[in-house]
């Protein structure tokens, strides 16, 4: 299965809208900034929260708590000399590729590819190829992360 991740900026707490394959809105992504991070909700198409995501940002390492369907994880993304390391709590994943690059792979502890990240440059979104579809809102909230190493690029985006 696919799903695209395409950033939405039409409100100041839009962040992504997540289409399937058909186009189809699949879930709505929204946040709010405060100054120590970022509150973030994967919502379905009924305006239910299917995943919460709640970060802190640091000068050189983003923690972020990740927890949908009763179970959670927490993810480190600690970026420094134009490499990115990545650390998983409470669901055995690894991330293989070039995160910075927008390119990689979640793998699980048997290094059995769940999900492959890249980008759509037809459609100008990032796309995701899942193999564990039971894993799906782990590893939008994981790319979703990932993805926001870049927010700072995005003036609209930007803390001021």
């Known amino acids: 299965m696919k799903i695209y991740l395409q950033r939405d900026i039409s409100t100041l707490n839009a962040r992504y809208q997540v289409a399937d394959e058909q186009g189809g809105l699949r879930y709505t992504v929204t946040g709010k900034r405060n100054p120590s991070g970022e509150s ?32 959670s994880m927490r993810l480190n993304i600690a970026v420094g000399n134009g490499r990115a390391s990545i650390r998983f709590r409470g669901i055995s994943f690894l991330v293989r590729g070039d995160v910075l690059m927008g390119s990689y792979s979640i793998l699980d502890a048997d290094t059995t590819v769940v999900c492959t990240v890249g980008r759509d440059y037809a459609r100008d979104c990032t796309q995701l190829v899942l193999n564990q579809n039971e894993r799906e809102i782990f590893c939008l909230a994981t790319a979703i992360c990932i993805d926001s190493l870049n927010v700072g690029s995005i003036p609209a985006l930007q803390m001021t």
């Open 40 to 71: 973030i909700r994967i919502c379905d198409t009924d305006g239910n929260t299917v995943c919460k995501i709640r970060s802190l940002g640091f000068t050189a390492l983003s923690v972020y708590s990740i927890s949908a369907g009763g179970e």
